[in-house]
């Protein structure tokens, strides 16, 4: 059962314009929410959070954005630019889900393809 | 600046043969964490580690095993190797702490691209 969805493998947006990447979640004990990029053959890389008591986060051309009833967030990129083209993979945390490690659950990740 | 070092960034091995991962952290992380990521199925995780020599199982353990005998190094194992192992393999860490919004967030290793033939 997958309890963080993003349901497009892929977007493709023109350089400049407003990238919005989907997450949608099942589990209502999740209380905080990340997004990574990966680019190929690198790890990925931290690049933006949300507490649940929020709504919103922004950082720079970064916006997350938090819909608790829906249980529903995107991160929205603007401008979009070439570099951010990538992997972005949304993950949510229950802080209290067994096995003693704070594990983070991982959407499958949506390919981002900035054209130009 | 901190960091979660892979040994290898890619690895080519037999079938059958035992291969060794190995990760080091230098951010005294409590947690560390290896996953390995496929196309069209994203990070899954494979073993995690809470604590010097405690490990658990995580979605896809079957064919691995790994080794915490140190609070900096988590290591990844594979018994025998298999074609179906050819993956992207990364490793993680994070600070720890149940509860604690803050210590979520994990640091990621460069990944090993191991490919069994």
């Known amino acids: 059962d997958q309890q963080v969805k993003q349901n497009s493998p892929s977007l493709s947006v023109q350089e400049g314009r407003i990238s919005i990447l989907n997450c949608d979640y099942t589990?209502?004990?999740?209380?905080?929410f990340l997004w990574y990029k990966k680019y190929p053959a690198e790890g990925p890389t931290f690049l933006i959070s949300?507490?649940?008591?929020?709504d919103k986060n922004e950082d720079g051309r970064f916006t997350v954005f938090l819909n608790k009833s829906a249980k529903h967030l995107s991160l929205h990129i603007v401008p979009s630019q070439p570099g951010d083209s990538a992997v972005y993979f949304c993950?949510?945390?229950?802080?209290?889900?067994?096995?003693?490690?704070?594990?983070?659950?991982f959407g499958k990740g949506t390919h981002l393809i900035i054209q130009p | 600046d901190v960091k979660v070092t892979q040994s290898s960034r890619y690895l080519v091995k037999r079938t059958g043969e035992k291969v060794f991962l190995e990760c080091v952290q230098d951010?005294?992380?409590?947690?560390m964490f290896w996953y390995r990521q496929d196309p069209g199925l994203g990070l899954r995780l494979i073993y995690f580690?809470?604590?010097?020599?405690?490990?658990e199982k995580g979605d896809i353990p079957e064919g691995y095993s790994v080794s915490r005998e140190k609070k900096e190094r988590f290591s990844l194992i594979l018994e025998s190797a298999s074609t179906n192992q050819t993956s992207m393999y990364l490793c993680?860490?994070?600070?720890?702490?149940?509860?604690?919004?803050?210590?979520?967030?994990?640091?990621f290793g460069s990944g090993t691209r191991l490919t069994v033939v």
């Open positions: 993680a860490s994070s600070l720890g702490g149940r509860g604690l919004s803050t210590n979520y967030g994990y640091t």
């Open positions: 589990n209502s004990m999740f209380d905080y």
């Open positions: 949300i507490s649940s008591i929020k």
């Open positions: 993950a949510a945390a229950d802080p209290y889900s067994g096995g003693g490690a704070d594990g983070l659950t």
């Open positions: 951010m005294d992380h409590e947690n």
């Open positions: 580690s809470y604590d010097v020599k405690m490990k």
